[in-house]
């Protein structure tokens, strides 16, 4: 029965739409009337769900009526399996020698501990490649990740600053990786995640233990200071970074800039921010971007055992792209979406399709903020007009989040524009957006993927 659905389902949608959408559907159980089928990624599975349930469902009751519903499910972890797991805090030592006096959150019992930000298992040291551009970055991280717990702290605060994409989140998530493998409370979090538990805490008058909590750790990494925003967050942030380093305590923090250049920073928490060591990570030369990419191939691999790219397709991605790290993911990203929808080989034309300015100036002129907004409400199952109101609900704020990010970077049109387009929003939310989405996507592959999808969908 199965295989007549699909052949059914082939023959009338077609070799192409079958190929894209239906290839990788899988039939797991059919009881009492219920089907369950599973795709590989959550991307197929919302996808199939709001535009093919109805006629999988009409095309399975046809061969049997006692079918009564259809049911999709992704199937067993395939993406990103170790992200979830992975929080500093809560990371069991990998040797299993972590004394019981700190393998305890801070303050568990306060309820409001706070939790790392999920590191990538792909951050690590053994993956960070050094070049001329961030030996020093280099040095001095890996000096903080192998000080001991009484060791005198040399440089401290560590401070690095990069232009985006060059390996600050990398190094960063390095440290704590290493250091949650030995006897030292490590605490891993974004500046929004900081901001956040910092406000969280406040309005359920915790402020005092998530403030105890924070100070009893032994090393802080904050990564992406330069959202940190609002002024009582920041006068908190100083006063941690305070005790923290007149304790003899290790802060680690990167930005986007020196910290002169943090204007909205109080300027005792600049220059106790510039105080310590400030190291600044320069552009990737060529050499690294191929060996960055022979590496995500590999890594891809792991997850996806039938994507290849062939030696001279990298070097050709290593030489076109050479801005940053982020835009070798994006690439990669590409051609990984491409074999996965397709099942064929990587080409070079496929290659050069994907590097061609990452976006080809030419299709920035032709997507419309309209097809952006109904395809990404479609992909995520909400109407347009929720996408464009004024409700702050969970499920519409990310997809109008997205969309507004895609609106940005495919098309030519300004923040105020976007703003005006989506609901008559201030720029300076369009612009939030774009960040939020851009430092999500950074560190959690599936959206990434699903965001490069649904660029492919709109620009071919
Ligand atoms: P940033 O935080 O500075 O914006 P990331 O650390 O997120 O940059 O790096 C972007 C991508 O480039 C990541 O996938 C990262 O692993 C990769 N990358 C950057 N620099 C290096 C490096 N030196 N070695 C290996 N990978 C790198
Ligand atoms: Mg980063």
Do not use: C
Request: charged share 25%; hydrophobic share 45%; net charge positive.
């Amino acid at each position: 029965r199965w295989l007549r659905v699909k052949q059914r389902l082939r023959a009338e949608l077609g070799e192409d739409i079958f190929a894209s959408w239906f290839a990788r559907l899988d039939l797991d159980s059919i009881t009492l009337g219920t089907v369950r089928m599973s795709v590989p990624t959550r991307f197929l599975k919302s996808w199939l769900q709001s535009h093919y349930a109805e006629r999988v469902l009409a095309t399975w009751q046809s061969e049997d009526e006692t079918i009564k519903q259809i049911d999709i499910v992704v199937r067993s972890p395939v993406i990103r399996p170790a992200i979830a797991k992975a929080r500093v805090a809560e990371q069991p030592a990998a040797t299993g020698e972590r004394r019981s006096a700190t393998t305890t959150a801070p303050t568990a019992a306060s309820g409001d501990a706070p939790t790392g930000s999920p590191l990538d298992p792909r951050f690590v040291f053994e993956n960070f490649l050094v070049g001329r551009a961030n030996t020093l970055a280099h040095a001095a991280a890996k000096q903080v990740a192998q000080a001991r717990r009484q060791d005198a702290v040399l440089f401290n605060p560590l401070y690095i600053h990069s232009g985006v994409g060059l390996g600050k989140t990398h190094l960063l998530q390095a440290i704590a990786w290493a250091i949650s493998a030995q006897d030292r409370k490590v605490l891993y979090l974004t500046a929004e995640k900081f901001m956040y538990g910092f406000v969280s805490a406040l309005k359920t008058q915790t402020a005092l233990a998530f403030k105890e909590a924070l100070r009893g750790i032994d090393v802080l990494i904050i990564d992406d200071l330069q959202f940190l925003q609002g002024k009582s967050t920041q006068v908190e942030f100083g006063h941690t970074l305070n005790a923290l380093v007149d304790s003899g305590r290790q802060v680690i923090v990167a930005a986007d800039r020196p910290p002169s250049d943090l204007e909205s920073l109080d300027d005792r928490l600049r220059s106790r921010l510039a105080g310590g060591l400030v190291v600044e990570m320069g552009a990737l030369s060529e050499e690294i971007r191929l060996e960055i990419l022979k590496n995500r191939v590999n890594l891809a691999r792991t997850h996806h055992p039938g994507f290849d790219v062939p030696a001279p397709i990298l070097t050709f991605i290593a030489e076109t792209v050479t801005h940053n790290g982020r835009d070798l993911d994006g690439a990669l990203n590409r051609l990984l979406a491409h074999s996965k929808l397709t099942g064929g080989p990587v080409t070079m034309d496929i290659a050069e399709l994907a590097v061609r300015d990452l976006i080809r100036p030419q299709d920035m002129k032709r997507v419309k903020i309209e097809d952006i907004q109904r395809t990404v409400a479609r992909h995520f199952n909400v109407s347009r007009s929720d996408m464009l109101s004024s409700r702050r609900t969970a499920n519409v704020v990310r997809p109008r989040q997205i969309a507004m990010y895609l609106a940005k970077t495919l098309t030519l049109r300004s923040l105020p524009e976007i703003g005006r387009r989506f609901g008559g929003r201030d720029h300076t939310t369009v612009l939030h957006a774009v960040r939020k989405i851009e430092s999500l996507a950074d560190r959690d592959r599936t959206l990434a993927e699903e965001i490069e999808i649904l660029k492919r969908m709109l620009v071919e």
